[in-house]
């Protein structure tokens, strides 16, 4: 489709990719320069083929808010919505940091998010600052350098995926810890060889990716797209709730920026600007900025291991013939002790004593399962193939792709989430984003996190206590790099309408407390701002396991205006393939309540139609736990 037959009347999708970029003529950017945005198809640079309903444009923001003489390209792109008449933009971000939120509307996240408003509006997302195709990309691998730096730097990186407290089932003992600290010297080099690399291949670039700043360019956007001062609807999921508590606070950062209003038609009042927003999956916002880094691990996997056992218990409920770990007399705790048992084998060695599948392996699997139960039939499979390669089964065969395999380097470098979206730029940019807007950390050393991992392992989980080396806030302490502008204050505003907070019973990284601490600090000004909606699933956001009564209660808060009273919602995940015992049929535990009072948000009319119920099944870069160990740190085969 040319971009003359683009009619300007579709009720559109809508999708952004940021680009971080200096203006080539070095002229200061004046948004109002592209209010008009010319829409066209979404073929170059982005080659992902024709989508039939996907459209792009440009956009141009600063790239320094504190100073606008810096510029920022942005690439949007657009789907027709199904209703055929637009009553607005949503603006989402799908979580990372690092996620695309281009590649999430181009995967299905589009067809996902139209269908659970039932067409009423337009989508937008976009690839943050630093993330996906922006330009410059936040790049620790420079793929136009030398490929052998390139394949020390992605080296060391991946060196820290096998860098794993080795523990039992049961704990680690004193010669486990006491070889884990030992090792830490090593470690800190691997670390230190990577964050050098992002160092002189980003240099000033990185200070520019906080999330301060991109809350900034949303409001640039909504300005744009929806015209200065509008209200702003916006669903952010993990991350983005980060995005999303930044908003609805009125002091955001360490320096206060005075925006040209007559230039920019940005309001300084974010609060202000609240239209309807959910916010899925919550990162507690005053951890993420405030507390060290590293200790933000062991809060966010507080309910991992009650997440875990929930497919344990879906696992026997299904039985033998569904899921291979179980038996006919199986129990949730039945299958937990087969999995610890399997864990204390591989700590030994296997059979044999010289297996390559290890506790590190086993678990990285079994935080998969907690994270996704859309993984859950996948992970049983693969907890076989781990039983029967320990116990040296005939058949069996088992390959582990180590750090020295150069082949592995090289296909870590170049392997991507999409058709333009490498690997390795998604690590870059969240170690970037995640320690660019961490608070400074004094006195802290790599043994130090060492010592919080043994105590996280020991007081609240044990498979995910092991493995947190791979999560990017351990090493916050040695990357050299903060925000321009970074974010502290957490007070309790006066939103313009009331907010959505959606949190699971047992979501494994962002815990259901951190919901009800939000729902809390918002209402804790004498008016009722936030409602709370437990989706009483596990696995991580309220997508993981789709809920007619959490859906209806999007769809009539979006769009009619109807705010709810605190809600328990059940789910209609069914687990295993065929297995009605996963059915939750619990829909609610109260009304909901009336619409909303703001008459500038007022419901434009009820919608009609069905609430969307086929499981979900889209792509989900949201707040992973394991860096890296999901694609190809090992494959397998069993015949």
């Known amino acids: 489709m040319h971009l003359s037959t683009i009619s300007r009347k579709w009720a559109l999708v809508l999708g952004l990719i940021v680009s971080c970029i200096h203006p080539s003529n070095g002229r200061s950017i004046n948004v109002r320069q592209i209010d008009t945005l010319q829409w066209g198809p979404c073929v170059k640079p982005l080659q992902w083929g024709e989508p039939s309903s996907l459209v792009c444009a440009n956009f141009t923001v600063p790239l320094d808010w504190t100073n606008t003489s810096n510029g920022q390209k942005a690439v949007l792109s657009k789907l027709k919505a199904k209703s055929g008449t637009s009553r607005g933009t949503i ?30 509006f337009d989508i937008v997302s976009w690839d943050p600052r630093g993330v996906g195709l922006t330009q410059p990309a936040i790049d620790c691998f420079d793929p136009q350098g030398n490929q052998t730096a390139n394949e020390a730097a992605l080296e060391s990186r991946i060196n820290l995926l096998y860098s794993t407290l080795n523990a039992r089932s049961t704990g680690p003992d004193q010669s486990d810890t006491d070889k884990f600290l030992a090792s830490a010297t090593t470690i800190e080099s691997y670390v230190q060889n990577f964050m050098q690399s992002c160092m002189d291949n980003n240099q000033e670039n990185l200070k520019y990716v906080g999330t301060v700043s991109t809350v900034k360019d949303l409001v640039a956007l909504v300005d744009a797209i929806e015209g ?3 209200l702003i609807r916006y669903w952010g999921v993990s991350y983005g709730t980060i995005i999303g508590s930044y908003l609805l606070d009125r002091k955001r950062s360490t320096n206060r920026c005075d925006f040209n209003l007559t230039v920019l038609s940005i309001s300084t009042v974010f609060p202000d600007r609240v239209g309807r927003v959910v916010l899925d999956g919550i990162v507690d916002s005053t951890i993420y900025s405030q507390k060290p880094p590293y200790q933000s691990y062991g809060d966010n996997v507080q309910d991992a291991d009650m997440a875990l056992q929930a497919f344990y218990d879906a696992c026997a ?14 129990t949730g705790a039945t299958i937990r002790q087969w999995a610890n048992d399997l864990i ?8 044999n004593g010289t297996s390559l599948v290890t506790p590190t392996v086993i678990r990285s699997q079994l935080s998969s399962a907690a994270r996704s139960p859309m993984l859950w039939e996948e992970t049983a499979q693969l907890l076989q193939i781990f039983y029967h390669h320990l116990h040296n089964i005939q058949g069996s065969k088992v390959i582990i792709a180590t750090p020295s395999s150069r082949h592995f380097n090289r296909l870590s470098l170049t392997k991507r989430q999409g058709p333009e979206y490498p690997f390795a730029t998604y690590i870059s940019s969240q170690h970037a984003i995640w320690c ?34 791979s999560y990017p806030t351990a090493f916050c302490h040695i990357w050299k790099s903060r925000a321009i502008e ?3 204050d957490q007070g309790s505003p006066r939103l313009a309408n009331p907010v959505l907070v959606i949190g699971n019973t047992y979501d494994m990284i962002t815990p259901l407390a951190s919901a009800r601490k939000l729902v809390r600090r918002l209402n804790d000004v004498g008016t009722r701002q936030a409602a709370l909606i437990q989706h009483d699933g596990t696995g991580h956001t309220s997508w993981e396991m789709n809920s007619v009564c959490t859906y209806t209660i999007v769809q009539r808060y979006f769009i009619d205006g109807v705010f709810p009273e605190d809600t328990l919602c059940g789910t209609n ?13 619990n829909t609610s535990t109260s009304t909901i309540s009336s619409p909303l009072s703001s008459s500038s948000e007022a419901p434009q009319g009820s919608g009609n139609g069905t609430v969307a119920r086929a499981s979900i099944t889209i792509f989900q870069l949201l707040f992973p736990i394991v860096l890296g160990l999901g694609f190809a740190l ?3 085969s069993w015949t």
Do not use: W
């Open 228 to 230: 200065p001062g509008s």
């Open 634 to 636: 090992f494959t397998f």
């Open 344 to 351: 204390d084998l591989a700590y030994r060695g296997g059979e």
């Open 436 to 469: 660019g807007d961490a608070a400074d950390e004094t006195g802290v050393t790599t043994t130090t996190v060492f010592n919080d991992l043994i105590r996280v392992t020991k007081d609240i989980s044990n498979i995910e206590g092991p493995i947190g080396l």
């Open 573 to 585: 995940f069914k687990g295993f393939t065929g297995n009605p015992a996963e059915v939750n049929h």
């Open 91 to 120: 603006f989402v971000n799908p979580g990372g940091p690092g996620g695309s939120g281009f590649e999430f509307l181009h995967e299905s996240g589009s067809e996902l998010l139209s269908n659970m408003t039932r067409g009423n």
């Open 486 to 488: 970074r974010h502290y």
């Open 317 to 330: 409920a299904a039985g033998p013939e569904l899921c291979p770990i179980s038996s006919a007399n199986s």
